[in-house]
């Protein structure tokens, strides 16, 4: 392969809009490849000794889930993600991101979840 059709392959690679983010808009945490969206959504995740694992999303309108482990917890709140992005898109509405996301509280990790739909 020539230096010129290298280099001219990464200029237009780097051109390509990889992310768009708008305020309160439904393109906020949205990633796009090609065809496919990505929607990142972020979850606030709280242990506690003895106590159930409980989620709530930092970015998105959702309910709080309780569950015993921090897989099934990320993985219920994907799931209902998922369920509320496909609703509002099907409806041509705006999905209901928080601009900007709610802070973790004390004795809460983040997690960045990218929900391929």
Do not use: C, F
């Amino acid at each position: 392969m020539s230096t010129s059709s290298s280099n001219s392959k990464e200029n237009s690679r780097s051109q390509d809009p990889q992310t768009q983010s708008g305020v309160g808009a439904s393109q906020l945490p949205i990633e796009s490849y090609g065809e496919a969206k990505v929607y990142n959504l972020t979850v606030l995740v709280r242990v506690r000794e003895n106590n159930p694992v409980t989620a709530r999303a930092a970015n998105l309108t959702l309910t709080e889930v309780e569950a015993s482990t921090i897989r099934q917890a990320l993985s219920q709140l994907v799931e209902s993600a998922k369920i509320k992005i496909r609703e509002q898109l099907d409806r041509q509405a705006e999905i209901p991101w928080i601009d900007p996301p709610n802070e973790p509280a004390e004795l809460e990790s983040r997690y960045v979840v990218p929900l391929h739909l």
